[in-house]
Nanobody
Framework: QVQLVESGGGLVQAGGSLRLSCAAS????????MGWFRQAPGKEREFVAA????????YYADSVKGRFTISRDNAENTPYLQMNNLKPEDTAVYYC????????????????????WGQGTQVTVSS
């Protein structure tokens, strides 16, 4: 059974940092693109960041560029999302996702290209 389990969420003050992890099991995701999405209350789910299987390519939403860093450890089958200088508008449930499809700049932000999803972890940033 394939599972993606996010962890590392929590409550933090504005300007603080959190590091999200996504434990993947049930298969090897070394050749998968891994992505992070988020969904705030009353809003659509939105793309945050993604990383190619080799880590040679990373993609970020404009709203998080310069503050968030995506990385992965293929030996541990785990992607990470380091979030710095957090803002109240970053408050959302954060989801990890995996895609076996070739990713382009145009498609990486489309949740339909991702095959597997985690259950999400809550991130709350207080002002």
């Amino acid at each position: 059974q394939v599972q993606l389990v996010e962890s590392g969420g929590g409550l933090v003050q504005a300007g603080g940092s959190l590091r999200l992890s996504c434990a993947a099991s049930g298969r090897t995701f070394n050749r998968y693109v891994m992505g992070w999405f988020r969904q705030a209350p009353g809003k659509e789910r939105e793309f945050v960041a993604a990383i190619s299987w080799s880590s040679s390519k990373t993609y970020y939403a404009d709203s998080v560029k310069g503050r968030f860093t995506i990385s992965r450890d293929n030996a541990e089958n785990t992607p990470y999302l380091q979030m710095n200088n957090l803002k109240p508008e970053d408050t959302a449930v954060y989801y990890c996702a995996a895609s076996s499809a070739p990713i382009t700049i145009a498609t990486v932000q489309t949740d339909g290209v991702y095959d597997y999803w985690g259950q999400g972890t809550q991130v709350t940033v207080s002002s």
